[in-house]
């Protein structure tokens, strides 16, 4: 039996967003569908606040036609950022609501961008020296009370296994929440020497977190991550990995995400339950909330200290190992769909793509299909022999017109139209995605396979780049330089992100939080030269701080 510790009554499955009208556009899709579980729609419709229902009925959305079958809805993102990020997950097939609240279950679309990210990020984990391994999901409870400010930070989030094979366990198990605690458990078995360090493992896995509010794939009940954990003999070792591993995070925002993220330290108060520093890299969404997609921590000595994990160094001394931890999530498909994504739909840099190209064969009548399928077949086997992922929807169910307005929304790079007309001039039509209408529409490019290989990938380079840019300047033109609380406050009242000197207390950092809901996101690398003046105090300042509302 899987418990937890007794939650007060919840309003719905969903924070108070999740309103009936988002659970109902996240299981409309373009298929007909069975409908939800009885017990789970109605606890979620039922327990919605009355004036959000009536509200939401109220909503206008656009709509795709589906040209005889039922329409996609995607609420404008203007009009409600929360309703259109539910309608693109549902529409786009990347999750669906699991049958326990704040669950999930990732769709193949959603899973192929989240193996994407995991094929990236291995190849860097393992280029710098780290072994993937696997630990138990289970660990015992003392584990998780051997280090004090672990067991407070974590103890809200738990689930506890209390029974087992119908008997009462001796020990109560908690479905991990994180593997710090067996980590170094098992750390102490395998060190023994300094010739036994460093010590650098991997894991890809589920965590369990009891989470109060939840979003699909930005914070749920289990959520999928791979999680590093190194120990070191000295601490500057620590140190230097911790950095080594944000940055690695970096540039896969970057590189591959096109998120411009910030990365920075976490203050004391964000700092990660049983570290000595956690740095963080910082996105910012469409709606200009933060969204904290990566951290990496320097654990010090706390945990190996807690669990006696020691080594004996080149002198014969016994000393307790320097350790570090790392984590990305599944939270960063969500930040990806609500960095780029728009009205229509999903927009995916071509790096993380699924589907690169979409191959759209287009005929009116029989004595056409056979020679445009040959095209499309023959374009289709020359991108991939390219090493290009491509797709060709040669299904006759659908017309093109659909199909166009289909992969648009699922957020394929460049679409490929071919017809009679195309074949008989040996070419082809490509659409850009993050280019709408006849502008981002390009004919007369050449079937030739190295001219149109060269032009496919130098067009997704564009869009790749392009991508970043845009995001760039959002987030650039969304943070405000600010001297003095009052400037703070009212950056924030207007959606913005704040940059600002500080140096003030823990307390004034509540305090930030309880008067305007924002809190420190990071102290990024990138300081200004010159003087500072924290902005609550009148002290001088060494550093810069950020502040955002976030997820």
Same mark, same amino acid.
């Given at each position: 039996?899987?418990?937890?510790?007794?939650?007060?009554?919840?309003?719905?499955?969903?924070?108070?967003?999740?309103?009936?009208?988002?659970?109902?556009?996240?299981?409309?899709?373009?298929?007909?569908?069975?409908?939800?579980? &009885?017990?789970?729609?109605?606890?979620?419709?039922?327990?919605?606040?009355?004036?959000?229902?009536?509200?939401?009925?109220?909503?206008?959305?656009?709509?795709?036609?589906?040209?005889?079958?039922?329409?996609?809805?995607?609420?404008?993102?203007?009009?409600?950022?929360?309703?259109?990020?539910?309608?693109?997950?549902?529409?786009?097939?990347?999750?669906?609501?699991?049958?326990?609240?704040?669950?999930?279950?990732?769709?193949?679309?959603?899973?192929?961008?989240?193996?994407?990210?995991?094929?990236?990020?291995?190849?860097?984990?393992?280029?710098?020296?780290?072994?993937?391994?696997?630990?138990?999901?289970?660990?015992?409870?003392?584990?998780?009370?051997?280090?004090?400010?672990?067991?407070?930070?974590?103890?809200?989030?738990?689930?506890?296994?209390?029974?087992?094979?119908?008997?009462?366990?001796?020990?109560?198990?908690?479905?991990?929440?994180?593997?710090?605690?067996?980590?170094?458990?098992?750390?102490?078995?395998?060190?023994?020497?300094?010739?036994?360090?460093?010590?650098?493992?991997?894991?890809?896995?589920?965590?369990?977190?009891?989470?109060?509010?939840?979003?699909?794939?930005?914070?749920?009940?289990?959520?999928?991550?791979?999680?590093?954990?190194?120990?070191?003999?000295?601490?500057?070792?620590?140190?230097?990995?911790?950095?080594?591993?944000?940055?690695?995070?970096?540039?896969?925002?970057?590189?591959?995400?096109?998120?411009?993220?910030? &990365?920075?330290?976490?203050?004391?108060?964000?700092?990660?339950?049983?570290?000595?520093?956690?740095?963080?890299?910082?996105?910012?969404?469409?709606?200009?909330?933060?969204?904290?997609?990566?951290?990496?921590?320097?654990?010090?000595?706390?945990?190996?200290?807690?669990?006696?994990?020691?080594?004996?160094?080149?002198?014969?001394?016994?000393?307790?190992?320097?350790?570090?931890?790392?984590?990305?999530?599944?939270?960063?498909?969500?930040?990806?769909?609500?960095?780029?994504?728009?009205?229509?739909?999903?927009?995916?840099?071509?790096?993380?793509?699924?589907?690169?190209?979409?191959?759209?064969?287009?005929?009116?009548?029989?004595?056409?299909?056979?020679?445009?399928?040959?095209?499309?077949?023959?374009?289709?086997?020359?991108?991939?022999?390219?090493?290009?992922?491509?797709?060709?929807?040669?299904?006759?169910?659908?017309?093109?017109?659909?199909?166009?307005?289909?992969?648009?929304?699922?957020?394929?790079?460049?679409?490929?139209?071919?017809?009679?007309?195309?074949?008989?001039?040996?070419?082809?039509?490509?659409?850009?995605?993050?280019?709408?209408?006849?502008?981002?529409?390009?004919?007369?490019?050449?079937?030739?396979?190295?001219?149109?290989?060269?032009?496919?990938?130098?067009?997704?380079?564009?869009?790749?780049?392009?991508?970043?840019?845009?995001?760039?300047?959002?987030?650039?033109?969304?943070?405000?330089?600010?001297?003095?609380?009052?400037?703070?406050?009212?950056?924030?009242?207007?959606?913005?992100?704040?940059?600002?000197?500080?140096?003030?207390?823990?307390?004034?950092?509540?305090?930030?939080?309880?008067?305007?809901?924002?809190?420190?996101?990071?102290?990024?690398?990138?300081?200004?030269?010159?003087?500072?003046?924290?902005?609550?105090?009148?002290?001088? &300042?060494?550093?810069?701080?950020?502040?955002?509302?976030?997820?």
């Amino acid at each position: 039996m899987v418990s937890s510790l007794r939650l007060p009554t919840l309003t719905s499955l969903f924070s108070p967003s999740f309103t009936r009208r988002s659970t109902v556009s996240l299981r409309r899709h373009l298929y007909l569908r069975p409908p939800l579980p &009885a017990g789970f729609s109605a606890q979620s419709a039922a327990s919605s606040p009355a004036e959000t229902d009536d509200r939401v009925d109220k909503k206008k959305s656009s709509r795709v036609q589906d040209r005889g079958d039922t329409d996609r809805v995607i609420t404008p993102r203007s009009q409600d950022f929360n309703a259109w990020y539910l309608d693109i997950i549902a529409n786009a097939e990347l999750a669906d609501y699991g049958p326990v609240r704040g669950t999930m279950v990732i769709r193949p679309y959603g899973y192929a961008i989240w193996e994407a990210i995991q094929d990236y990020l291995n190849v860097k984990f393992k280029e710098t020296g780290h072994s993937n391994m696997y630990f138990p999901q289970f660990i015992p409870y003392s584990f998780i009370e051997k280090e004090a400010s672990h067991v407070e930070g974590f103890s809200p989030e738990l689930a506890l296994v209390t029974v087992g094979g119908g008997k009462e366990l001796e020990e109560k198990l908690v479905v991990r929440p994180t593997s710090e605690t067996i980590v170094n458990h098992m750390f102490t078995q395998w060190i023994h020497s300094y010739r036994d360090l460093p010590l650098m493992i991997n894991q890809w896995a589920n965590v369990t977190r009891w989470e109060m509010r939840t979003k699909p794939f930005v914070r749920t009940l289990e959520f999928l991550w791979q999680e590093g954990h190194t120990a070191h003999a000295t601490p500057e070792e620590a140190e230097n990995e911790a950095l080594q591993m944000i940055d690695v995070y970096t540039k896969f925002a970057y590189e591959q995400a096109a998120i411009p993220i910030i &990365a920075g330290r976490k203050s004391k108060v964000e700092t990660f339950a049983g570290a000595d520093k956690t740095y963080t890299i910082e996105a910012m969404m469409g709606d200009r909330k933060a969204l904290q997609a990566g951290t990496s921590h320097n654990l010090g000595q706390n945990f190996s200290r807690a669990f006696g994990t020691q080594f004996t160094d080149e002198n014969g001394q016994r000393q307790h190992v320097w350790q570090t931890s790392w984590a990305v999530s599944t939270r960063f498909v969500g930040g990806i769909i609500m960095t780029h994504g728009d009205d229509t739909g999903l927009m995916l840099p071509p790096r993380i793509a699924p589907i690169q190209v979409v191959i759209v064969p287009i005929w009116k009548k029989d004595d056409e299909k056979t020679g445009v399928l040959d095209a499309a077949k023959s374009v289709a086997e020359a991108l991939k022999t390219a090493g290009l992922k491509v797709k060709l929807d040669d299904t006759d169910q659908r017309t093109p017109g659909w199909k166009f307005n289909f992969w648009e929304m699922k957020g394929v790079p460049l679409r490929i139209e071919i017809g009679p007309r195309d074949v008989s001039s040996g070419s082809v039509v490509i659409s850009r995605r993050d280019v709408p209408g006849k502008q981002g529409k390009v004919f007369g490019i050449s079937m030739e396979p190295s001219v149109l290989e060269a032009y496919v990938k130098d067009r997704l380079d564009e869009i790749q780049s392009s991508l970043l840019h845009k995001a760039i300047s959002f987030r650039d033109s969304n943070i405000v330089d600010v001297s003095s609380y009052e400037e703070l406050k009212e950056a924030i009242s207007l959606g913005k992100w704040a940059r600002g000197p500080w140096s003030a207390s823990d307390a004034d950092e509540l305090r930030v939080k309880e008067e305007t809901g924002a809190t420190i996101r990071c102290f990024p690398f990138e300081q200004p030269q010159g003087t500072k003046t924290c902005l609550m105090t009148g002290n001088p &300042a060494e550093e810069v701080a950020i502040f955002a509302k976030s997820y």
